[in-house]
Nanobody, 124 residues
Framework: QVQLVESGGGLVQAGGSLRLSCAAS????????MGWFRQAPGKEREFVGT????????YYADSVKGRFTISRDNAKNTVYLQMNNLKPEDTADYYCAARSGVLRATTPKQYDYWGQGTQVTVSS
């Protein structure tokens, strides 16, 4: 079992930055793949990006590429989502997720564990 807790959401003006954190606990996650997703009201959960815990390889959705960066801190068992140049369309609840194994997983059903989410609101 893996427990995930997100933090760092809030209200920011367009063009601003936020850094979300996802603290992982439970099973050894060194072989896990971590993902970030977001869900706006009335919309389906959308892939944002993913990182392999062991290798640090990242992959991003086109909508955030060049603006968002995923990183991890092995010592803290924490994954980060650095969001720069935020746009109003980035407004959503953001979730981190985990699955065992190294895989470029881009759909929610490919992940086994989820955090509770953190809200990000970008004002214009």
């Amino acid at each position: 079992q893996v427990q995930l807790v997100e933090s760092g959401g809030g209200l920011v003006q367009a063009g601003g930055s936020l850094r979300l954190s996802c603290a992982a606990s439970g099973s050894t996650i060194s072989s896990y793949t971590m993902g970030w997703f977001r869900q706006a009201p009335g919309k389906e959960r959308e892939f944002v990006g993913t990182i392999s815990w062991s290798r640090g390889n990242t992959y991003y959705a086109d909508s955030v590429k060049g603006r968002f960066t995923i990183s991890r801190d092995n010592a803290k068992n924490t994954v980060y989502l650095q969001m720069n140049n935020l746009k109003p369309e980035d407004t959503a609840d953001y979730y981190c997720a985990a699955r065992s194994g190294v895989l470029r997983a881009t759909t929610p059903k490919q992940y086994d564990y989820w955090g509770q989410g953190t809200q990000v609101t970008v004002s214009s």
